[in-house]
C-alpha cells in the first residue's frame, strides 16, 4: 500500500502570521488555557541549532512526554527547551526571528526558568526510526527536564487497555477525543506564495473516533476525524501533544499526536496510543 505521511513536525522556523480566521487546524479550535501542562517544545542538535519544533504533556514535575519522532536522538536531537506559557511563541517575530516575551525559540525569558520554562539535555524515544515497522511505529518520546516545573495538574495516563472495548463497538463516531497543540493552524502547497499560518498558541479542538483496527491502526494508532460539525485536528507542530478521551476538560491521555495522511493537514489524524500495557511500562521506567 502507498502511503504519503505529513509527520506533525516542525523542522523551519515560520513566520507568524496576524489573522481572525474562524479555521484552526483544518477545523474549529478554541484557546486551550485547560491544559496548562501541554508545552511548545523546540528541539536542537549537538551545537545548539534549532531542529524542529513539536509539542507534549508534562506527566509529572520533570518528564514531559511527546512523540519519538521528536526525540529521535538518532536523526540529531540532542538537547530542548520547553515553554508552557498558552502564548509559548506568539510574539515570535520573523525579522529577528525571536519572540521577546518567551524567549521562544533560542532561551527561557527572565524569571521563567523552573516556572514556565525548562531546559532539557536528556531525550528518549521508543524504539521510532522513522516509521519503520508501521503501523507500529513505536512514535512515544519522553523528555526529562532539567528544572522540574510544579502545576496544579498534570496529564493523566490512561489505564491499559481503557479504549479496547471500542475496536469493535457500534457507536464510536459517538467517542470524542480533545486535541491540543501549538501546531500550524494552515498548510498551504509546498511551492505557494500564501505562506503557513502559524500563531504558537497552545489551541484545543474535539475529534471523534473514526476506529481502531484497520490497516494503519492495527490496535497500535488510533485514527479520528477532524472536518465538519464544529470538528478541529492536527497538524505540523502538533506531534507529540496530547490526545484525551473526552471534552475539553480532559486530561486522560490516550494517545500522542503522531501522522496524518494529506500534506496539507485535511481529514483524518492518527496517535501514537500510549494506553499499552508496554508504551506504560517503559514511561514509567523513567
Known amino acids: ?148 516545573i510544579n502545576m496544579s495538574e498534570y496529564g493523566e495516563l490512561a489505564e491499559a487497555g481503557l479504549l479496547s472495548g471500542l475496536e469493535i463497538a457500534r457507536g464510536r463516531k459517538d467517542t470524542i477525543f480533545t486535541v491540543s497543540g501549538f501546531g500550524l493552524t494552515g498548510c498551504t502547497q509546498e511551492h505557494s506564495a500564501v505562506p503557513h499560518i502559524s500563531y504558537r498558541r497552545r489551541l484545543m479542538a474535539q475529534s471523534t473516533l473514526v476506529n481502531l483496527r484497520s490497516a494503519n491502526t492495527d490496535s497500535c494508532n488510533l485514527q479520528t476525524q477532524r472536518n465538519g460539525d464544529g470538528r478541529g485536528g492536527t497538524c505540523s507542530g502538533d506531534s507529540g501533544g496530547p490526545v484525551s478521551l473526552g471534552g475539553t476538560n480532559s486530561n486522560l491521555i490516550v494517545g500522542v499526536t503522531s501522522f496524518g495522511m494529506d500534506l496539507l493537514c485535511r481529514g483524518t489524524d492518527f496517535a501514537y496510543r500510549i494506553h499499552r500495557a508496554e508504551v506504560l511500562d517503559w514511561i514509567n521506567s523513567y
Do not use: K
Not at 545548539?48 to 519519538?68: D, H, Q
Not at 536528556?122 to 511505529?137: D, S, V
Open 1 to 148: 500500500m502507498r502511503r504519503t505521511l505529513w509527520v506533525t513536525l516542525i523542522a523551519v522556523v515560520l513566520p507568524a502570521i496576524t489573522a481572525t480566521a474562524a479555521y484552526a487546524i483544518t477545523g474549529t479550535w478554541v484557546e486551550d488555557n485547560e491544559h496548562p501542562f501541554v508545552g511548545l517544545a523546540d528541539l536542537y542538535d549537538a551545537n545548539g541549532e534549532f531542529v524542529w519544533r513539536c509539542s507534549g504533556s508534562l506527566i509529572s514535575p520533570a518528564v514531559f512526554l511527546t512523540a519519538g519522532r521528536c526525540a529521535d536522538t538518532a536523526e540529531g536531537t540532542a538537547t530542548a527547551r520547553v515553554w508552557f506559557q498558552q502564548d509559548g511563541g506568539a510574539n515570535y517575530n520573523p525579522i529577528t526571528q525571536f519572540d521577546p516575551v518567551s524567549g521562544h525559540p533560542s532561551t527561557c525569558a527572565e524569571d521563567t526558568l523552573g516556572t514556565l520554562c525548562a531546559t532539557s539535555d536528556e531525550l528518549y524515544n521508543y524504539g521510532f526510526a522513522n516509521f519503520a515497522g508501521f503501523p507500529n511505529t513505536r512514535n512515544a518520546g519522553l523528555v526529562i527536564l532539567d528544572q522540574p
